[in-house]
């Protein structure tokens, strides 16, 4: 199962530039999490938001989230070609011992 | 961090065979495990939902005889798919949900082809 969307599906950009990612999901959630996968490798964990939390910054990146709305954004600022990825949102039930169900994905490409 | 290995990392088997893949966390106690599978360019699917000690917790769609997962310990889980078919190629990843932190850690993944 999935617990909703993403978009763009698809996005390039510019070294330098700035990219920003949606997520939408369906349920009521603990937390949200972003994850990034290189192609054809595992996923690296990017930075968790917590349910009761509306913004969170690590680095280049910022992860907005609105309960309200069901929905979340990861900005990376300044971006560079080594960003060139997909990236996942995924979301934790409130639920106890569920399973991380992840969004379709943003695949992203950075060109220099 | 915690840690998670799978292996083995990438697998090639002939159609109608089976194969196995394990999931251990290595420093860490998962009383819970989590099986995923990746198509190219899709995202993660769930398949199962595994607790040490019990019988796993399929996904609608997902047959249970055909993927068959054992948690026999608080840091090992198997998935073996039995009489596997080329559509059956994919990327398996497995996560560990540790105790007490409730925190979930995720596999490198395994590769998985049939010819």
């Known amino acids: 199962s999935q617990q909703g969307e993403e978009d763009p599906q698809a996005l390039s950009i510019q070294e330098g530039e700035n990219a920003t990612m949606n997520c939408s999901y369906k349920t009521s959630i603990n937390n949200l999490q972003w994850y990034r996968q290189n192609s054809g490798r595992g996923l690296v964990h990017l930075i968790l938001?917590?349910?009761?939390?509306r913004e969170k910054h690590s680095g280049r990146l910022r992860v907005t989230l609105d309960t309200s709305k069901k929905s979340s954004s990861l900005l990376i600022t300044a971006s560079r070609a080594a960003d060139t990825a997909s990236y996942f949102c995924?979301?934790?039930?409130?639920?106890?011992?569920?399973?991380?169900?992840f969004g379709k994905g943003t695949t992203l490409s950075v060109s220099s | 961090g915690a840690v998670v290995s799978q292996h083995p990392s990438w697998v090639i088997c002939k159609s109608g065979t089976s194969v196995k893949i394990e999931c251990r966390s290595l420093?860490?106690?998962?009383?819970?495990m989590f099986w995923y599978r990746q198509f190219p360019k899709q995202s993660l699917m769930l398949m199962a939902t595994s607790n040490e000690g019990s019988k796993a917790t399929y996904e609608q769609g997902v047959e249970k005889d055909k993927f068959l997962i054992n948690h026999a310990s608080l840091t090992l889980s198997t998935l073996t798919v039995t009489s596997a078919h080329p559509e059956d190629s994919s990327f398996y990843i497995c996560s560990a949900r540790e105790r007490p932190s409730g925190e979930q850690y995720f596999g490198p993944g395994t590769r998985l082809t049939v010819t």
């Open positions: 420093d860490f106690q998962a009383t819970t």
């Open positions: 995924a979301t934790e039930s409130r639920q106890a011992g569920t399973a991380l169900i």
């Open positions: 938001i917590r349910s009761n939390e």
